[in-house]
T-cell receptor
Framework: DQQVKQNSPSLSVQEGRISILNCDYT??????FLWYKKYPAEGPTFLIS???IKDKNEDGRFTVFLNKSAKHLSLHIVPSQPGDSAVYFC?????????????WGLGTSLAVNP | KAGVTQTPRYLIKTRGQQVTLSCSPI?????VSWYQQTPGQGLQFLFE???????NKGNFPGRFSGRQFSNSRSEMNVSTLELGDSALYLC??????????????FGDGTRLSIL
């Protein structure tokens, strides 16, 4: 049972345009969400996170939006650059202190075309 | 500051053998988590260690085990290897335990292939 879902396996955008990556979750106990980027043959790199007490967090070109009622979050990259081409993973962590492990989506492969 | 270091980067084993993978976390990080990544399953959580104690465990059989040393370095062991264990094994470290809402920093992984 996939508690964190990234329904788009791949996404292609033009350089300079906005990239929007989506993530849905089913567990209402999740209260901390993260986005990671992964290049081939490298480990995932932390990008940005958001706590459930916020609905938006911004860091440079990256903004994460959280819609708790819809159990949906999205990562916006503006403007997109060719170097952003990678696999993006969404991850979530539940509020339960006893078992606070990260649950990961399957990733979305982003291709930014020059 | 050195990142998370995993050794070896690549490993080839045969069915029935056992393997030990090593992870050195970022200096000062006390939490180490292990993940298995396969194409169809994404990142699957194996276990987390903090201060030499296993804090969380994923849904993997007992053939998968780990430990953490006093210097926070961690090892993961897989016994009686099966073809399905072929995967990228990733280690991640963070300053505090998983309940502290601190992002994990990943190594580049060990690619394990079972023949």
């Amino acid at each position: 049972d996939q508690q964190v879902k990234q329904n788009s396996p791949s996404l292609s955008v033009q350089e300079g345009r906005i990239s929007i990556l989506n993530c849905d979750y089913t567990n209402s106990m999740f209260d901390y969400f993260l986005w990671y980027k992964k290049y081939p043959a490298e480990g995932p790199t932390f990008l940005i996170s958001i706590s459930s007490i916020k609905d938006k967090n911004e860091d440079g070109r990256f903004t994460v939006f959280l819609n708790k009622s819809a159990k949906h979050l999205s990562l916006h990259i503006v403007p997109s650059q060719p170097g952003d081409s990678a696999v993006y993973f969404c991850a979530a962590s539940p509020a339960t202190r006893a078992n606070r492990k990260l649950i990961w989506g399957l990733g979305t492969s982003l291709a930014v075309n020059p | 500051k050195a990142g998370v270091t995993q050794t070896p980067r690549y490993l080839i084993k045969t069915r029935g053998q056992q393997v030990t993978l090593s992870c050195s976390p970022i200096s000062g990080h006390r939490s180490v988590s292990w993940y298995q990544q396969t194409p169809g399953q994404g990142l699957q959580f194996l276990f987390e260690y903090f201060s030499e104690t296993q804090r969380n465990k994923g849904n993997f059989p007992g053939r998968f085990s780990g430990r953490q040393f006093s210097n926070s370095r961690s090892e993961m062991n897989v016994s009686t290897l099966e073809l399905g264990d072929s995967a990228l094994y990733l280690c991640a470290s963070s300053p505090g335990a998983s309940g502290s809402n601190q992002p994990q920093h990943f190594g580049d992984g060990t690619r394990l292939s079972i023949l």
